[in-house]
């Protein structure tokens, strides 16, 4: 039945709760001061004290802290109860104090009891886990002293002080029983008179408390040894004043070793978990008992086996589970370095083995012990001497076990075989850099980015890399192993023989995919016949195509130079030639015929001014207004304009991949490009015939844009025009992007259509390619670089309905082509303007500075001497707000839009006609200041 303290002055309340929780079961003790519940405490031990705060004689919270003071009462619960001051405050300072509870008042009766059961269930669960584990650390302290330490005395002292602390019983003892079995000695104990420890004993006689215990089959358990009628009570005790407590018969091999009891003055039920912990620690003793009695018979037969061991010639051994070294005989003592008897009780693993084996012969000789016999029966380690040597010693291995067949340790043998093992050590490590010589080689040539090949003369295939491995395969149809007999279209003798075009023999592989590849052999040996060759192989077909490419670019790129060149200056001359056909024509009374004739010069000039665009596009120096580009747009408008001039004969298809296709380009030029690979095409179908337009987006690698120098890494987009015509002769390709150079009869080509596509794809950071067969068609290809934006495809067509006139206002002409200057002076005054000219840059700065009346200066950029653009700069200087026109022959697309940042205020493309000029010079004198120096600022 649970025990229940209530402290409390008030009478009525003390009994009515008194009442309620004895109805409810309990036990129930009562006291109105704190002097009474303090004796109270010293005759029991109850399991929960109902406590109230303010008592006559003192605090009870001041009580509640005595009570968690007190030895015996770590297990009991308070609670207390308040109804003056705050419930707050109270449970603060209570909680502080060791409380275990707080109830408020007032509080109902049934809320009580349900509190008082709560609170115990809390109690009871963590006194129960609390003491486990306690009980289990103290069982297991004392089992890993059992192993450890040799003395029992030790450890006896150690049970009783542990005993006496967990279970706080004040008075523990181990009793040893004499051979006789007639008395027991005090071994070992706490609480006991001062040299009692030692010295006291106790007789065993019939009907004694002593002989009951050692005969019983149980503890005993006594509550009250003043009341006790089964034995009598041992004088010991009774001088102690003992009252409650438990007394153990300690288990020995064939008689019982001796008593272990464990009492206290106070009255306490010792719990079937406190009998159950006294018996684990009593069972405890017992091993170690038994053991140390194992022991003792152990070290008897041990000198007797030592005397047979001394005399054999090889190293005996014997050691427990833990490697404890219990016997070696001599051989096995002068092989290690130690004197006789020196290792006995070391540790074999921890002394006599090398730190890096010792955990690995440790776990395998554990392993024979617990029974794995077969495979560790015998075994090999190093071992290590008194002076630091290692020897290596072969073992044959006996498990020892005791009569009830428990392995009890190991009995080895062991020979000497040192020497023996370092010759196979060598040996090995021998053989062993051998092989990491030959993976050594093998990963080096594996390494090489040819194939490397290693053959007898009579071509037997000894060795290859990876790379070798698969030209052999391609190029002799044999592997490692294999007679090789050629490669490709060349015999072994011919590749072992000297090249007659320098150190590499060339061996091609015709198929529908063609490969180039050099190879050159050299003998391992000096001498004319030398057994072993070594050979490379490397695919130079990559390569030969990269220098074609790159070859073919640099002579289209000679050419571009040469063509810019011839442009510039022919520009100079269409720009005389149709301006003096514009202001011949305007002349009044002109015949028929002579207007005629010059309406042709002036058309033809038009069309050589084509033919020029033609040539700065190949070159690569016409200028560009780039602007993001749908390239999908442009195929289909360009499409509606060219099925007119398609016959009926070939049919059009367009093949478009996943978009978008948008580039960053000059939309006209695309227009261009498209329009001259189309027209091609469909000149090569002259029976008709399939056009197939198509676009797509590619990567630049191995699936996607052909390797080519100047092609980086990214997105682009490819347009495809492929027709299915007669082909193009592969003595034409290398010329097929060259200026003039067709296959067309004569009179049906320029021979620039091609050449302008491929200056226009370059000039926009492209490149073209052309694959073709004869009698199946020919494929043109245009990659661009991709954009990642959208475009609007636009292009402003700039017209003059008439040419605007001036009314007097001053123009300096700067032109050093005198031609040029002098009909460019007529135009102009012809316009209405006043005109001074000057041949070069220094001449107009001077003009400029004597006449402050000029308006306008109109200047050839590309002068010798001053050019334009640093004339432009010194009259900057001079007059920030001058106005200045430029003119070209060419500039690069990119040129272009710098040199008018300059200042330019527009410039004006070579060849030009009355029109445009004179629609320049009013733009010129007809911008706002703010607006031309906005244009400046940008």
Known sequence: MRQILIVDDDLQMLELQARVLIDAGYSVSTAETVADALRMLDGEQPDLVLLDVVLPDGDGIDLCRQIKSRSGMMYVFVVLVSGIRSGTEDS???????????????????????????????????????????????????GQMALDVTSLEDLFHEAVRSVACVLEAPHCAVLESDPSCRQLALTAGVGWGAGQVGYVALDVEPGSQAGYALAADAPVVVTDLSQETRFTVAPLLSEHKLTSGVTLAIPG?????????AFSEAHRRFTGQDVSFLEAVVNVLAAAVQHSEAEEALRRERDRAQRYLDIAGVIMLVFDPCGTIQMINRQGCQVLGYPDDALIGSNWFDVCLPSRVREDVRAALLDVISGHYGRYHTY???????????????WRNAVLTNDSGTPTGLLASGTDVTEQRRAETERARFAERMREQVQRIQRTIDAVPEGVLLFKRDGTVLLGNSTGDSALALLGGIGVG???????????ATLLSPSPHGLWHQVTLGSSDPRTFEVIARPIDAGPEADEWVMVVRDVTEQREIQNRTQHQERLAAVGQLAGGVAHDFNNLLTTIMLNAQVSLAQPNLSPIVSRGLESILNESRQAAQLVQQILDFSRRSPLTVEPVDLGTVVHDTLVVLRRTIPETVQIRTEFGDGPFVVQADSTRMRQVLTNLVLNARDAMAGGGVLRIGLKRVSADPGGVPRSPG?????????????????????ALPHMFEPFFTTKPSGQGTGLGLAQVYGIVVQHRGRVDVKTEQGRGTTFSAYLPAWSGTSVD??????????PSGHGETVLLVEDQQRLREMGRDVLEALGYRVLTAAEGHAALDQYRRDSSINVILTDIVMPGMGGRELLRA?????????????????????EAAVQNEGF?????????????????RYALDVPNDAHQAGRDE
């Open 253 to 261: 091999r064939d008689e019982p070793f001796g008593l272990f009891l």
């Open 482 to 492: 294999g007679v090789l007999t050629h490669l490709g279209d060349q015999s072994l």
């Open 905 to 921: 205020l527009r410039i004006i493309r070579k060849p030009f006609d009355v029109a445009e000029l004179g629609e320049a010079i």
């Open 794 to 803: 636009s292009a402003g067509m700039r017209s003059t309905a008439h040419t």
């Open 380 to 394: 090999e380690n190093p071992i290590l001497t008194a002076w630091g040597e290692e020897r290596i010693i072969s």
């Open 875 to 895: 009259v900057q200087t001079l007059d920030p707000q001058a106005r200045v026109l430029g003119m070209t022959g060419y500039l690069m697309g990119e040129d």
């Open 711 to 731: 092609v980086e890494p990214g997105e682009w987009i490819c347009l495809t025009v492929t027709d299915s015509g007669t082909g193009i002769p592969a003595s």
């Open 92 to 142: 603060a300072v209570g909680l502080e104090a060791g409380a275990d509870g707080f109830i408020a008042r007032p509080i109902s009766n049934r809320e009580l009891v349900a509190r008082i059961e709560s609170l115990l269930r809390i109690r009871d669960a963590q006194v129960e886990a609390q003491l486990r584990a306690r009980q289990q650390a103290a069982i297991a302290q004392l």
